[in-house]
């Protein structure tokens, strides 16, 4: 069925395109609704191969609409190869995802506005208890207890109001209320320069996550990650090089890989290093646009060798 905001037009406005222009290949990065129903029809018609590019996790993959349009493509990819559905195992291709490393640099942050007076512990993501939030606010308590200070910033969009002022009181019962900042939901340049000036992002989301962009926007700009293994978090970073991962809702394991990384600076040095290379090596735009381009002559080749050998 068409859900509220879907196009209702995208069978019409494909038919007129094919005619318009000569088309090889179509490229869905959205599916499982009516308006993606209505491409492929046009497509199946025009004989003209369909691919999709998944972006979020692969369990949506299992859907009863998903599966009916990826029976009908001719291939399907997405941004990490974990949690694949069986019966998509063996045609299903990972073509990860990227970012500017050109932007996201330490050299072209701006300092913050003000100084803190404690080592930041970064989580940008929505305020919604999926995202780990309150699991944050317990790791900071434990490293209280422990005697290590820790300042903590939280940036995204307010997804649950109900769930931010848990936050504050939780704050406020562990005596942390003096030191968890609201943030607010960051542009590019914002998110860069609290990275910089992050000592460390901390990220126990709960939920099922494709591909964190945020691990690779912070490793990036030299910022270890602790998360925890949960969807395709693992494949987000190098275990034990370029950050951590810790077991879902294992506090303690994840507040002792926090303060590692606080107090040793040799360390924290090293996967600040390497988590740059591994994301220039692995995430660049250059590396996705190639990972894409093969993805793409993969089925034109199949469907028109001949094109492709020109």
Not at 7 to 13: L, N, Y
Not at 259 to 285: C, H, I, N, Y
Not at 289 to 304: G, I, V
Request: overall charge neutral; glycine content about 8%; proline content about 7%.
């Amino acid at each position: 069925p068409r859900q509220p905001g879907e196009p209702s037009d995208a069978g019409i406005r494909t038919r007129e395109l094919i005619k318009r222009f000569t088309v090889d290949l179509i490229v869905l990065h959205s599916s499982g609704g009516a308006d993606a129903t209505e491409i492929i029809a046009e497509a199946e018609k025009a004989d003209i191969p369909v691919v999709i590019v998944h972006h979020f996790a692969n369990d949506r993959l299992a859907g009863l609409s998903q599966c009916q349009q990826l029976s009908q493509a001719a291939g399907v990819a997405g941004v990490s190869g974990c949690g694949v559905p069986h019966y998509l195992q063996s045609r299903f291709c990972n073509v990860s995802d990227g970012l500017d490393t050109d932007f996201f640099r330490a050299d072209r942050a701006r300092p913050l506005p003000r100084n803190e007076s404690a080592p930041i512990l970064f989580l940008p993501a929505r305020i919604t208890p999926a995202k780990g939030q309150m699991d944050l606010l317990k790791v900071a308590a434990l490293l209280k207890k422990r005697g290590v200070r820790s300042t903590i910033a939280f940036a995204g969009r307010v997804d649950s109001p109900a769930f931010e002022q848990e936050l504050r009181a939780m704050a406020e019962r562990v005596g942390l209320a003096g030191q968890v900042e609201f943030v607010g939901q960051l542009d590019a340049q914002g998110l860069r320069d609290w990275y910089a000036a992050a000592r460390v992002l901390v990220f126990p989301t709960y939920h099922p996550e494709g591909l964190p962009r945020i691990l690779m926007e912070c490793q990036a700009m030299g910022l270890p990650p602790v998360v925890y293994n949960i969807g395709g978090t693992s494949e987000g970073l190098l275990e034990g090089k370029t950050g951590f991962l810790i077991p879902p809702g294992n506090l303690p394991r994840m507040a002792d890989a926090v303060e590692t990384l606080l107090k040793d600076d040799p360390l924290r040095a090293a996967m600040s290093q390497a988590g740059r290379w591994f994301v220039e090596k692995t995430f660049s735009l250059s590396a996705l646009a190639e990972r894409h381009e093969d993805y793409y002559l993969k089925f034109l080749s199949a469907h028109q060798p001949d094109l492709v050998a020109k």
